[in-house]
């Protein structure tokens, strides 16, 4: 079964405003730490942003900070990230991220995640 499920995607204007979701298979407090990342064709995949759900401690890379926050709704089986102002250099590939094991490790790093969803594109033109 597909564990995570990203949508929400779209293309915008810069200065404009996106919401991904992505829906959990099971209950978000299943999960120790969520996650947003994106990757752009041709680079490395870079954590956008986290949050620990069992205490709601959020962490975000420096490009998003003041523009982008991220939130669970554990009734809903939902993580969401709201992004406003955005720019050009904010077109990417969105992933949503879960780790369920518990695993530790920095937030922004890929190989502590052991769900994925499929990807949202996010476009912004200038």
């Known amino acids: 079964q597909v564990e995570l499920v990203e949508s929400g995607g779209g293309s915008v204007q810069a200065g404009g405003s996106l919401r991904l979701s992505c829906t959990t298979l099971r209950s978000t407090e299943n999960y120790y730490l969520l996650a947003w990342f994106r990757r752009a064709p041709g680079k490395e995949r870079e954590g956008v942003a986290s949050i620990y759900t069992a205490i709601g401690e959020t962490d975000y890379t420096d490009s998003v900070k003041g523009r982008f926050t991220i939130s669970r709704d554990n009734t809903a089986n939902l993580i969401t990230l709201e992004m406003n102002n955005l720019q050009p250099e904010d077109t990417d590939m969105y992933y949503c991220?879960?780790?369920?094991?518990?695993?530790?490790?920095?937030?922004?790093?890929?190989?502590?995640?052991?769900?994925w969803g499929q990807g949202t594109q996010v476009t912004v033109s200038s």
């Open positions: 991220a879960a780790d369920s094991r518990a695993y530790g490790g920095s937030w922004y790093l890929e190989h502590i995640y052991n769900h």
